[in-house]
């Protein structure tokens, strides 16, 4: 029998944090690595921590993140959307959860998951396809190694694959009016069509040409 911490699952969800105010309270390693994520999604991050890594000051002076250098205070949660405590300190932690929920904000706690109420999981992103994993924060190294066994799998033709599919489902929808015909084909072609098969170097008008061709065959009723 396998039991539980949570009662529910966590809510697997992809937002869109751009110009979101998000806080990180600590200038560690740990903050260093979520304000990373934060900036690929364009949030607007600040960072309140005494002291903060190299690299959160490099951001800092390239006018990427705002930067308070001092003593986190309870008052500071209150005008951001998501808060990150990731002091060393587990009581302050702790204490920031506590009164981030009192305004019903979402808090992330690095040094417990039981007061956090939303986790980041570990993330492998290839073009469009992302993928992020979660132990349900039972042992985030764990999650950490899928990542790694899944970037051998999920190898950089992926990249080119997703490129591939956004181009061949938007000019799909633009030839095919039926909805049926268009999930067979698409069905078919991610069946068909595997990322090995992606050519080097291929350029927008040869895709395009390629795409169409292959709509042409499968709406016909031939086969690949
Ligand atoms: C995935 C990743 C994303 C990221 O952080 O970006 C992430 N932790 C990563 C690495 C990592 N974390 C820790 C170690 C040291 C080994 C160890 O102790 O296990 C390593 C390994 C390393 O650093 O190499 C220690 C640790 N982590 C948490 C606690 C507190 C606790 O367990 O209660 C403690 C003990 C702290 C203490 O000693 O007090 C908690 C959380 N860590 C989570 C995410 C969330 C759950 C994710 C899930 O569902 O699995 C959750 C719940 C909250 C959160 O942080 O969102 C990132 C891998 C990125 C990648 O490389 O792919
Ligand atoms: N959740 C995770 O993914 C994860 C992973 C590894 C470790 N951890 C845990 O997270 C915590 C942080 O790890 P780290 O490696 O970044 O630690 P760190 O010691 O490098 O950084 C701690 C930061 O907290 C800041 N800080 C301390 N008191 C503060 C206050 N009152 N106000 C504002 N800032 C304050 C410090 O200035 C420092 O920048 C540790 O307790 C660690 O065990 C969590």
New binding site residues.
Partial sequence: MVRRFFLSK?YPIFLNLKAKACLIVGGG??AT??V??LLESEANITVISPEVTDQLLNWYNKNLIIWKSKQFDLDDVKKYNLI?A?TND?DLNKEIAKFAKRYDKFV?????????N???????ERGDLSLA????????????KV??DLEAQFDNQWDKYLYFITNFRSRLKNQISCVNKRKRILNEVVRKVSPDDMIEDLDRHDLEVWVDDIIKKLSEGKKL
């Fill in positions: 966590l390693k740990v690595r979520k990373k994520s990150y990731c587990d992330n706690i690095a040094t417990s998951l039981e007061d956090s939303f986790i980041v999981p570990s993330k492998l994993i979660s132990t349900q924060g039972k042992c985030p190294v764990l999650a950490k990542r790694k």
